[in-house]
C-alpha cells in the first residue's frame, strides 16, 4: 500500500539556520502530496502542499518541491525561527474515493535562540 | 468560527470501561476521519465516513466502532478499552469534491489514557 517516509527526528538548530526535512513516499499513481504543522497541544494544520510532479509548494517560508523521479517531497526554509519549533508530517492523499491522508511518522523541530 | 471540535479534551479511563468521543463540524463537510497519534508512529486512520449514514474501516479499526448519523456529529466509540488504546486521537473533515489536493480541517485533539 501507499506510504509516507520521514527522518527520524528530533532535528534542533540554532535560529536563523538553514532546515531540511527529509520525506520520500510510496504510492501508486500520482497523489497530491502534503506538510502539515503540529504546534503544542493542537491539531494539525496544513504548510503547503503541492498537486504534481515539479510542482512547488511554499508558505511562511518553507518550500516543498513534488519529485517524482526521487518519489520525495523535502521540507526546506532558509532560516528558521523559535516561533518554528513543532512537529511537521509529510502526508500524501490516497487516490480513492475515500481522499484520506496517509502520514509519516512526523518530525520535531526544536530551534534555540 | 469553531470549525471541528471534539469533546472531551482529556480522559482516563479503566481498562474494560467504555466511553465515546465526539467530533462536531459547521463546515458541511462530506467527509470525516478519526485518527489516532502515537509517538514514533504518526497518524494512524482508523474510521472514516465519506456522508451522513456511512462509515468504512481505516487502518486500525480494531476495538472501535463509529456512527455518522448527522452530517455534522462523528462518533468514535471504545466499547471495552485497553492500555492499547491509550493514544491522542484526531477528527479531521474535508468538504465534498474530487480533488485530492484538499485539505483536512483538524480538531484539537482527545487526550486518552487507558490504565
Known amino acids: 500500500g501507499d506510504s509516507v517516509t520521514q527522518m527520524e527526528g528530533p532535528v534542533t538548530l540554532s535560529e536563523e539556520a538553514f532546515l531540511t526535512i527529509n520525506c520520500t513516499y510510496t504510492?501508486?499513481?500520482?497523489?497530491?502530496l502534503f506538510w502539515y504543522v503540529q504546534y503544542p497541544g493542537e491539531g494539525l494544520q496544513l504548510l503547503l502542499k503541492a498537486t504534481k510532479a515539479d510542482d512547488k509548494g511554499s508558505n511562511k517560508g518553507f518550500e516543498a518541491t513534488y519529485r517524482k523521479e526521487t518519489t520525495s517531497f523535502h521540507l526546506e526554509k532558509g532560516s528558521v525561527q523559535v516561533s518554528d519549533s513543532a512537529v511537521y508530517f509529510c502526508?500524501?492523499?490516497?487516490?480513492?474515493?475515500?481522499?484520506?491522508?496517509?502520514f509519516g511518522s512526523g518530525t520535531r523541530l526544536l530551534v534555540r535562540p | 468560527n469553531a470549525g471541528v471540535t471534539q469533546t472531551p479534551k482529556f480522559r482516563v479511563l479503566k481498562t474494560g470501561q467504555s466511553m465515546t468521543l465526539l467530533c462536531a463540524q459547521d463546515m458541511n463537510h462530506e467527509y470525516m476521519y478519526w485518527y489516532r497519534q502515537d509517538p514514533g508512529m504518526g497518524l494512524r486512520l482508523i474510521h472514516y465516513s465519506v456522508g451522513e449514514g456511512t462509515t468504512a474501516k481505516g487502518e486500525v479499526p480494531d476495538g472501535y466502532n463509529v456512527s455518522r448519523l448527522k452530517k455534522q456529529n462523528f462518533l468514535l466509540g471504545l466499547e471495552s478499552a485497553a492500555p492499547s488504546q491509550t493514544s491522542v486521537y484526531f477528527c479531521?473533515?474535508?468538504?465534498?469534491?474530487?480533488?485530492?489536493?484538499?485539505?483536512?480541517?483538524f480538531g484539537s485533539g482527545t487526550q486518552l489514557s487507558v490504565l
Open positions: 502526508a500524501l492523499s490516497e487516490m480513492d474515493s475515500s481522499y484520506k491522508l496517509i
Open positions: 479531521a473533515s474535508r468538504p465534498s469534491g474530487r480533488a485530492t489536493n484538499e485539505k483536512l480541517f
Open positions: 504510492a501508486t499513481g500520482y497523489p497530491s
